[in-house]
């Protein structure tokens, strides 16, 4: 780049001052108003692939012919009793529906008005009898009970069954557990704290699992992309509504939030957390970093000004070229930053070290361009071709970030060429009048002269023995990796893992109606698949055989749950009914020490106070005891009545669940084995796709996701490397200074994917973004290094340029490392990846690739001329 004459540039610019500076304020002006008229962040992730690829095709007519599968709420009811789940989930399905200015459907998950009435369908043969034999046998019980739902019939029902148990029907010890239960809600209502009881448990004979105390409503929200929480309206609506049920009163229920959409919202939010403390103290060691560099606050005001202005001008072209910011691509400000920054302190440290051998201001201005125009101008034109070999990508997220972030490159250069020295011109800072540079490193200077040939093939050993490792980098593409575990919608989604309802890692299949049954059986023959399920497995089996059992419980039942409540007891009915049963207790209890005899005179004392104590506190141990048996009896009346069940009697949300409108069957396939393990999920994919490759699905996206970004990364990394071992061809015109330039950006890579090999550090699709930084920062320092090398310096460590590398790195992991205090797991990584390749650049720029270049040519030329001239002599 001898031809291009930089001083010139830069004096014409100074000559030119207020033209410049008019044009600056005017980009700048220009710019802010398109920003703030255009800012825009399209926060769908599901954008940052393209949408051609095959398989994101898949998932788009998938997500099309299903779309509450993709963007979807799941409310998870969760209340102490069975009876106050199912309650509360019921009402809350109740009052969202109508809100349809924020939601398209709500429904219960296999729950609703058809599960109500056909729910024992589905049952087994012998779970069905065993259900039906326990309610006869219970219909003396459900008749008392049912005609006195009041603290009298309750007492009345425990009178019936110490009855039995003193004709020695029944042992006192069997009834342990019943009397046990019933004194510790006694024991909370008499505390005055929150009490609970369900029959469904007593019934039962064993503690209420996880699955039957939570319910859970699939909610398709109205979304609002142009926010950075879609579906924050929505969530809030669906809190503001469980509030005014008065759930958590009624019925002790909480609501949480999971799901697609709340998981994707946890993330974007968590980028929010801290954001403005961690921009605060990173502006301020940046300034802190920029002073201990220029060691003027003019020089400092001056860089600033530049770089808020490039920025600007780069946010507006990125609108103008994008159309909007998605959340990759807004790191095109971090690397702006980085880049930017380094570009004028490059050209500010020439500068200054030009001032002090000059003493002129403008001289001084204009021979720094003369020395750095060329090594800049290169650096920059690499740095952009590195940043937009990712553009032909798949990884539009990234394709993005490459072009507004090579295009800012551009921006940063003739900002840094003709802005920042017309800027120094008009603040004119002072003198400098010492040397730039480190004259302490001579000896490490020396040393490395002397070892050089050591130094380049212990590190070339080093780095070659550890390639092998490179077997072991891990990517992690699961999105659910990367979420904050602390978050409700997390730790909601972990304690359902378990829950035989929902099914996680799935794939699934579209097909013709006639062709889903070969299908499932195909997939069925897998052993990586432990089922598959369609709409006609909710068709239940065997229904003459279970319809004649229940048809033969409902006779004995309808009579007593259809009869008439008899009248409500006084307050005194119910002391007198509660005292009546104290006594049978203690006197079945006597002095005996068995577990029966125990809970008998634990339960007889609580009954005695309950029965001295208030009338408040009466009513409040009826309505304990009542309204849960209420529930259930509402339940096991709509139960007995069932309806033979077809294809066509299946309830509508249900069937748009499994049928498209256009009459495609959804076949889901579960995975066989741990699927929080990577490798699993992704065997499980590749044999679905193997027998159907149509298959589209959560485990199946984590999948093609990984491929997909992986090869991006491969194939932008091949553009990148050819595209600037062109470009560094056309200007340095030999292929030794070529290799001299990439042979240690090559080493700095492999040092830092090995180190993550080896550390365990997997690379996700936040963190890989540090790739391209890498790149872009690592070819520049190279650069330099190299352009110095062939103007004939070689002393680097103790010279001016190391001083402008080194707090350009130092700037640049500043800006790069606050991201590790992110309280954003893929953020946080992004920073840790970033600052570990900052690192490898610069000991690669600093210390290896000195050692590599060895002494300059004209150096060379004098020591074989000196050679020559002792050989004579």
């Not at 490179?470 to 378990?498: C, G, H, I, M, Y």
Request: glycine residues 6%.
């Amino acid at each position: 780049m001898s031809y291009v004459n930089f001083a010139a540039i830069v004096d014409f610019c100074i000559r030119h001052t207020w033209l410049i500076v008019l044009a600056s304020v005017l980009i700048l002006a220009g710019s802010t108003v398109y920003v703030v008229r255009h800012f825009a962040i399209n926060t769908d992730v599901s954008t940052l692939l393209s949408p051609n690829l095959p398989w994101r095709q898949r998932e788009l007519a998938y997500q099309a012919a299903f779309p509450e599968q993709a963007v979807s709420i799941l409310a998870v009811v969760s209340a102490p009793t069975p009876e106050f789940a199912e309650a509360s989930a019921a009402s809350l399905v109740s009052k969202l529906s109508p809100q349809t200015q924020s939601f398209r459907s709500v429904s219960a998950l296999q729950g609703g008005a058809f599960f109500a009435r056909n729910g024992l369908l589905y049952l087994t043969p012998s779970d069905l009898a065993d259900r039906m034999h326990k309610l006869t046998q219970a219909v003396p019980l459900i008749r008392t009970l049912a005609g006195d739902p009041s603290l009298r019939g309750l007492a009345q029902a425990l009178s019936m069954s110490l009855q039995g148990v003193a004709v020695g029907r029944i042992s006192l010890n069997a009834m342990a557990r019943p009397f046990n239960m019933i004194a510790d809600t006694l024991d909370n209502v008499l505390a005055g704290r929150k009490a609970s009881f369900s029959w469904q448990v007593l019934v039962n004979g064993t503690l209420a699992s996880p699955e039957d105390l939570t319910e859970l409503i699939q909610i398709f929200p109205l979304l609002h992309y142009g926010t950075l929480e879609p579906g924050q309206p929505a969530a809030q609506a669906i809190r503001k509504t469980a509030a005014a049920a008065h759930l958590d009163s009624d019925y002790d229920a909480t609501v949480r939030l999971t799901g697609p959409i709340p998981l994707a919202d946890a993330q974007l939010a968590t980028l929010q957390q801290g954001l403005w403390l961690n921009s605060i103290i990173t502006a301020a060691i940046v300034l802190i970093v920029l002073y201990l560099a220029l060691r003027s606050v003019r020089i400092v005001l001056a860089v600033v000004i530049t770089i808020f202005v490039g920025l600007v001008a780069t946010a507006a072209l990125g609108l103008l070229l994008a159309g909007a910011f998605n959340p990759i691509s807004v790191a095109f400000a971090m690397l702006f930053v980085g880049l930017g920054a380094d570009f004028a302190i490059q050209f500010s440290v020439r500068y200054r070290a030009q001032r002090h051998e000059l003493h002129e201001l403008n001289p001084a201005l204009a021979d720094g361009a003369r020395y750095v125009g060329a090594p800049l101008t290169l650096a920059a034109l690499a740095a952009a071709a590195g940043f937009l070999s990712f553009v032909p990508t798949n990884y539009r997220g990234v394709a993005e970030l490459g072009l507004i972030a090579g295009v800012g490159m551009i921006v940063a250069y003739v900002a840094s060429m003709t802005l920042l020295p017309v800027l120094l011109s008009l603040l004119k800072p002072p003198a400098e009048p010492r040397p730039m540079g480190y004259r302490a490193m001579m000896g490490v200077d020396r040393f490395m002269q002397r070892h050089r040939t050591a130094i380049v093939v212990v590190t070339a050993l080093v780095v070659l023995a550890a390639l092998p490792s490179l077997v072991w980098l891990r990517f992690d593409f699961d999105p659910n990796s990367l979420q904050v575990p602390s978050v409700e919608a997390v730790t909601t989604l972990k304690q359902l893992s378990a829950d035989r309802r929902l099914v996680f890692d799935s794939a699934d299949v579209l097909t013709a109606a006639a062709d889903a049954g070969p299908a499932a059986k195909r997939l069925s023959a897998l052993p990586e698949v432990a089922s598959t399920k369609n709409l006609d497995s909710f068709i239940p089996t065997d229904q003459p055989q279970k319809m004649a059992t229940i048809r033969e419980a409902a006779a004995a039942l309808d009579p007593v749950l259809q009869a008439k409540p008899a009248v409500p007891p006084s307050d005194g009915d119910d002391v007198a009914a509660l005292k009546g049963d104290v006594t049978v207790l203690q006197n079945l209890a006597g002095e005996a020490s068995d577990p029966g005899a125990i809970a008998a005179r634990r339960l007889a004392k609580d009954l005695g106070a309950l029965a001295n104590g208030s009338p408040q506190q009466r009513q409040q141990a009826q309505a304990v005891f009542v309204t849960p048996l209420q529930i259930d009896l509402r339940q096991i009346a709509g139960s007995l009545h069932p309806q033979t069940v077809t294809r066509a009697d299946l309830p509508g949300d249900l069937v748009r669940q499994w049928v498209a409108s256009n009459g495609q069957v959804r076949t889901e396939v579960v995975p066989k084995g741990n699927t929080n393990d990577s490798a699993t999920v992704r065997r499980f994919a590749r044999a679905v796709l193997s027998v159907e490759p149509n298959a589209t699905g959560e485990a199946i996206e984590i999948y093609e996701w990984g491929s997909t970004v992986t090869a991006a990364f491969i194939k932008a990394g091949v553009l990148a490397i050819c595209s600037i071992a062109i470009l560094l061809f056309a200007v340095l015109r030999r292929i030794r200074d070529v290799l001299l330039t990439l042979i240690p950006l090559l080493v700095a890579a492999a040092a830092t994917l090995e180190i993550c090999a080896l550390s365990g550090f997997a690379l996700n699709y936040a963190n890989i973004i540090a790739l391209p930084a890498l790149l872009g920062v690592g070819v520049a320092f190279k650069i330099y290094y190299v352009m110095a090398w062939r103007r004939g310096e070689y002393n680097f460590l103790q010279s001016s340029l190391t001083r402008a590398v080194f707090f350009s790195a130092l700037m640049t992991a500043t800006a790069f490392g606050s991201l590790w205090f992110s309280a954003h797991p893929g953020i946080s990584s992004m920073g840790k990846l970033l600052a570990l390749s900052l690192a490898c650049t610069l000991a690669s720029a600093a210390l290896f690739q000195p050692a590599l270049m060895g002494p300059p040519r004209a150096a060379q030329a004098d020591a074989a001329g000196s050679d020559k001239i002792k050989a004579i002599s």
